[in-house]
């Protein structure tokens, strides 16, 4: 079936710095999600992208559809404390299961 | 409050006792999931369903039964508990199948 790779799985930074992290796949998806964890919560939706080469922020958080719909990105500016947490990548191909990566897992060191 | 929302969101019981976990939403979405997050596996999708009394497996349905009589409610039901089914639980929801997902709190389940 259809398998979404997330790197890095962990990271730590410092607060203040900037974040990268990608989600990719062999297959190709329609529709790419980011979504948080917090610690003890459910998975929160962060950005949707629709749409071939697509760059969302959503303050300071930007999300870019990869241009060969295998992939997507997210970038986080200035991290803070409450940055911790679980970020999930998600894509959706029509007439598909909704599909899930493993995750990247992120600590901000004060 | 409108939403998606999850009983209990603490539970213990003993190997081999059955186990209902509870699904509500609010948004009469038609699609409803159950996932278990266990650590080094992500987000497993254990069943799921289009619509009231339309439910389909997904990658981890053993030892799991769901029933959808009502479009709001998507019960989990753990027949005969084990440990190896000690984890967390998230229902979610969307309004078809190829939209946004929606996650409730979850529910953390020990079996002893």
């Known amino acids: 079936g259809q398998q979404l790779n997330q790197s890095p799985q962990s990271m730590f930074i410092q607060e203040g710095e900037d974040v990268s992290m990608n989600c990719t796949s062999s297959s190709i998806f329609n529709t790419w999600l980011w979504y948080k964890q917090d610690p003890g919560e459910g998975p929160v939706l962060l950005i949707a992208l629709y749409k071939a080469g697509e760059l969302t922020s959503n303050g300071r958080l930007t999300a870019q559809f990869g241009i060969t719909r295998k992939d997507s990105f997210l970038n986080i500016s200035a991290s803070i404390p409450s940055d911790v947490g679980i970020y999930f990548c998600?894509?959706?191909?029509?007439?598909?299961?909704?599909?899930f990566g493993p995750g990247t897992r992120l600590s901000v060191l004060p | 409050d409108a939403g998606i929302t999850q009983s209990p969101r603490y539970k213990i019981t003993e190997t081999g006792r059955q186990v209902t976990l509870m699904c509500h939403q609010t948004w009469s979405h038609s699609y409803m999931f159950w996932y278990r997050q266990d650590l080094g596996h992500g987000l497993r999708l254990i069943y799921y369903?289009?619509?009231?009394?339309?439910?389909d497996k997904g990658e981890v349905p053993d030892g799991y039964v769901v029933s959808r009589s009502k479009t709001e409610n998507f019960p989990l039901t753990l027949e005969s508990a084990t440990r190896s089914q000690t984890s967390v639980y998230f229902c979610?929801?969307?309004?078809?199948?190829?939209?946004?997902?929606?996650f409730g709190p979850g529910t953390r389940l020990l079996v002893l």
């Open positions: 998600a894509g959706i191909n029509y007439g598909q299961n909704f599909v």
């Open positions: 369903s289009a619509a009231a009394d339309i439910t």
């Open positions: 979610a929801s969307s309004a078809t199948g190829e939209e946004t997902q929606y």
